[in-house]
């Protein structure tokens, strides 16, 4: 479908595949509860299509109504959670971390302060889940080791290359993989009960602060 004002076109995304991070960060952001009608239909148009409120103003009311009702249908379907565990952006094959449970402690903490802001962060989140993959044999391949650095230039590249749909499955995917976690503890409660104590707060809080940011 697309928007039609002053004879440029204007493509309004069906799925949500077709909606980058950038864009739905934007609309996270920004959007008002509070506002009226009329301003959340334009605040959705533009965040979605990226095109400015002031243009959008432009448009006639019959088109408008037809192009909300269709991002109406989009939000409407929430993002699939299916981990997507490759794609490929300018040439350059990338690879969700293939164990979780073995993240370092570098790792780990960057994910923690990135989680604090939820979608504020998640291109950031992505970074560090997804990185080049440097070596593959069968079925199985092994991703570039973490580096702050190359981390913070990928997670500025993902903002445009990553859709909705890839985000959404990684961020479920580590939600489980921290209730999981949660889990283990608890059987090993009995050995440790300070420990077990330090890791179960330290890790509800970042539940806490992942389902915040995926809902």
Known sequence: MQLVIN???????????????RQYQKFMATHNKDASA????LHLISCFTGVSPAIIGKAKKSQITKVVNRLALLIEEKPSEELIMEFEINGTEYGFHPNLQELKLKEF?????????????????????????????????????????????????????LSVEIV????????LIVREYIQIMQV?????????????????????KTMGGTQ
């Open 168 to 175: 959404n499955g990684g961020a479920a995917f580590f939600l």
């Open 188 to 208: 090993y409660s009995k050995l440790d009960r300070t420990k077990k104590r330090q890791h179960i707060r330290q890790t509800k809080k970042l539940l806490r």
């Open 38 to 41: 009329s301003e959340q239909e």
């Open 7 to 21: 004879k440029q076109e204007y493509y309004i995304p069906a799925k949500w595949n077709e909606v980058t991070l």
């Open 109 to 161: 903490v960057d994910l923690d302060n990135a989680l604090s802001d939820g979608w504020k962060n998640m291109h950031k989140i992505m970074s560090i889940l997804y990185r080049p993959i440097v070596s593959r044999k069968g079925s199985k391949y092994e991703i570039e080791e973490y580096d702050y650095t190359s981390a913070k230039s990928r997670a500025i590249q993902f903002l445009d290359g």
